[in-house]
């Protein structure tokens, strides 16, 4: 198991600010240079196995690079909501995911159900304090 030393944590940070910081002087967008000083951290990280985030604002982004470039990763802990589009993306990049906390979530019903239809590695799923939602039809 890979330990992250605090250290580590502290220098993606400064690499976001320095992003943010030279993107005052850049004509590019804002938005795109922001992606790319933080997937540069991601790229970095080749034996990253577990992520612990508040929540992640462009999942297909996030987790397209950790599926390219972390192959021992195994274990991601969020508290945001995770919808269909969430779940989906996690199928889609992380299908080999074995540990996978939504604990204090907004848990859509359907994204549970792909969930665990689409992740058959998965041996750990905390769902513990979550809003489960569940949407009726009309």
Known sequence: SLIVPLNVELTIT???IAGA???TTCSAGLEQNKKDWNMQGIRAWKDLESLTMPGI??????????SKNCKNF???KIMGPCDKFFASTLATFLPTLKVLSLRCSMLYKEALIIVLDSLPHLEV???SHCLLIEVLPP
């Open 14 to 16: 400064t690499v976001f």
């Open 21 to 23: 910081t030279a993107q």
């Open 57 to 66: 604002a462009n999942p297909p982004y996030l987790m397209e690079e950790i």
């Open 74 to 76: 195994r274990e991601l």
């Open 125 to 127: 799923l905390n769902i």
